[in-house]
């Protein structure tokens, strides 16, 4: 990646420190709100993703790279559909189809549907948050 | 060389203006995306899954198994830019 | 259904698909590109899909028009004539 498209600019380098938290956290709560409201886990991931990659166009790449290491983002990327398929495994486990939610199971059957509909809500934001970040460093670094 | 390209974009987009105006009024209750399974959707989305959002109830457990396989789609699309680019 | 906002979102829609398609500098096009993403997740707000609208909002103006920019960073940045 060409030094120029990083940003040495002291106005740039301050907002997006200070603005990065804040775009995570509305990706999580997005992620987290994804049952009762707009949103779910893809759009979750992206927007979390974003934050990364804002992060290393105004920071640069060593620095975005310090924040989410190469060690925490390799089982993030595989963990999205490691955790559907187990708890779509855990859905024939309790004696229903694979991936049918709502089997009663300590709860009532649609409590434990909507728990584990958040959980694999969680997952896909996990796999696609690490998979952007994943790609656009793969295409960012030389 | 431009003319033909030009009059082939100009074909389809009056193919799709017209085809436009076959589609359903906005919000039509009679509408084919209205009648068939949206009904049964709307009133037994919360007892069955238990998720006031019918959107993500019916792309997380009625069509969960499309989900699944978007998963593995960005999990293999990642996977082959690693393997083309390399892991940095 | 509203008509005047459609039909303005619609005619800067199409103006700036004319504007990224003859445009030579190919940063340029991707700029364009990123605001016809952004109002595309306009319209489909406005048509009562705030799910698709995220998600074009999100990934179409922004993950993408990194993406562009990043392979325009490798490559040439004029189109070949």
New interface residues.
């Given amino acids: 990646?060409?030094e120029s498209?990083f940003g040495e600019d002291v106005i740039v380098r301050t907002i997006a420190r200070i603005v990065a938290p804040f775009i995570q956290l509305f990706g999580l709560y997005?992620l987290m709100h994804?049952?009762?409201?707009?949103?779910?886990g893809?759009?979750a991931g992206?927007?979390i993703?974003?934050s990364f990659?804002l992060l290393a166009?105004a920071l640069g790449l060593p620095e975005s790279k310090e924040r989410f290491k190469?060690t925490i983002r390799l089982p993030m990327?595989?963990s999205?559909?490691l955790i559907?398929?187990s708890i779509?495994v855990t859905c024939i486990l309790a004696g229903g189809y694979y991936?049918q939610?709502?089997m009663a199971f300590l709860f009532p059957?649609?409590?434990?549907?909507?728990i584990l509909?958040s959980a694999?809500?969680i997952?896909?934001g996990i796999?696609?948050m690490a998979?952007?970040v994943?790609?656009?460093?793969?295409?960012?670094?030389d | 060389m431009k003319v033909i390209p030009s009059m082939l974009i100009l074909l389809v987009g009056v193919m799709l203006a017209v085809a436009v105006t076959g589609m359903p009024e906005f919000g039509d209750p009679n509408a084919p995306a209205n009648t068939h399974v949206v009904p049964y959707y709307k009133e037994h989305c919360l007892e069955e899954t238990g998720v006031t959002e019918i959107v993500t109830a019916i792309v997380v457990s009625y069509r969960g198994y499309d989900t699944f396989g978007e998963v593995t789609v960005i999990f293999t699309a990642g996977t082959g830019v690693i393997a083309l680019l390399g892991r940095k | 259904m509203i008509w005047g906002p459609d039909l303005f979102i619609l005619a800067i829609l199409v103006v700036l698909a004319i504007a990224a398609v003859i445009s030579r500098d190919l940063l340029v096009a991707t700029v364009i590109f990123s605001g016809y993403s952004l109002l595309m997740a306009l319209a489909y707000v406005q048509l009562n899909s705030p799910d698709v609208g995220f998600t074009e909002a999100a990934v179409g103006a922004g993950v993408t028009t990194v993406l562009f920019i990043l392979a325009i960073s490798r490559t040439a940045r004029m189109e070949e004539a």
């Fill in positions: 990646m060409p498209l997005v994804g049952h009762i409201s707009p949103g779910g893809f759009q992206v927007i993703a974003s990659i166009l190469k990327e595989s999205g559909p559907y398929a779509g991936l939610y709502g059957p649609h409590v434990v549907s909507a509909i694999v809500e997952g896909i796999t696609v998979m952007i994943t790609i656009f460093y793969s295409m960012a670094g």
